[in-house]
C-alpha cells in the first residue's frame, strides 16, 4: 500500500461497469516526509474520502478484486483508509 | 489508474489470433495537470469509444486484460474509462 493525498477527482460518464456508481478519487503520492513525490494514481474509493485527506492507497489488483466483489474487476488501485497521523522515526 | 490522451489509432497487419477484435490506440500518458508524461503506449479500448484527442485513463497489466470483453486477451495495457474532467484541489494546498 502506499500514502497518498486526495487532490481532485475525475468525472467518467463512459467506463467500465466496475466503476458505475464508484467515485474516482486522484491521489497524488507522498514520499516518506509527506511532500507530493509529482507521481499520482486515480484510485476508485472505498471509504467515502475527501480533497486534501492523507489516505491510504491499495495498488495491487486482486485485493482491489477482493473489496469490490468482483474476480474479473479492471482494478488495480483503491482508497481503502484516511490516516490520521504519520510518524516518523527520527534518524 | 492514470491518465493519458489518445493521439492516435492502431491497425496492426496481422496479429494473434486474440487481438482480432480488439481495437488498438496510441496513447500519451500524462501527469494530473494533463501535460504528457513519459512515452506513449499502445492501448487497447475496453470502452470501445475512444478516439483521437479524447483524454482517457489506463490500467496496465494483468487488470489491462480483465477491461476487455472478451476478457484475458494478451494486452499489457487498455483504457478503462473516458475523462469528463478532472477536478483538482485547490493547487496551493497540493503544493503546500
Not at chain 1, 491521489?27 to 467515502?48: K, M, N, S, W
Not at chain 2, 493521439?7 to 487481438?19: H, K, W, Y
Request: proline share 6%; charged share 20%; hydrophobic share 45%.
Amino acid at each position: 500500500m502506499i500514502l497518498g493525498r486526495i487532490a481532485g477527482s475525475v468525472v467518467s460518464t463512459i467506463h467500465h461497469p466496475i466503476v458505475d456508481g464508484r467515485k474516482l478519487l486522484l491521489a497524488e503520492r507522498l514520499d516518506a516526509g509527506g511532500r507530493p513525490t509529482g507521481g499520482y494514481v486515480i484510485a476508485i474509493d472505498a471509504i467515502g474520502a475527501g480533497f486534501g485527506e492523507t489516505v491510504l492507497i491499495l495498488d495491487e489488483g486482486n485485493g482491489a478484486r477482493q473489496i469490490l466483489g468482483d474476480a474479473n474487476a479492471p482494478v488495480r488501485s483503491m482508497v481503502v483508509g484516511i490516516v490520521d497521523a504519520v510518524e516518523l522515526e527520527a534518524g | 489508474m492514470l491518465l493519458g490522451r489518445v493521439i492516435g489509432t492502431v491497425v496492426p497487419a496481422t496479429q494473434v489470433a486474440e487481438l482480432a477484435a480488439t481495437p488498438l490506440l496510441w496513447v500519451q500518458p500524462l501527469d494530473r495537470n494533463g501535460r504528457p508524461e513519459g512515452d506513449p503506449l499502445v492501448c487497447a479500448d475496453g470502452t470501445r469509444m475512444a478516439g483521437p484527442g479524447q483524454v482517457i485513463y489506463w490500467v496496465a497489466s494483468r487488470e489491462a486484460a480483465l477491461a476487455l470483453d472478451p476478457w484475458f486477451v494478451p494486452v499489457d495495457d487498455a483504457i478503462v474509462g473516458l475523462v469528463d474532467e478532472v477536478r483538482l484541489y485547490s493547487p496551493q494546498d497540493s503544493a503546500e
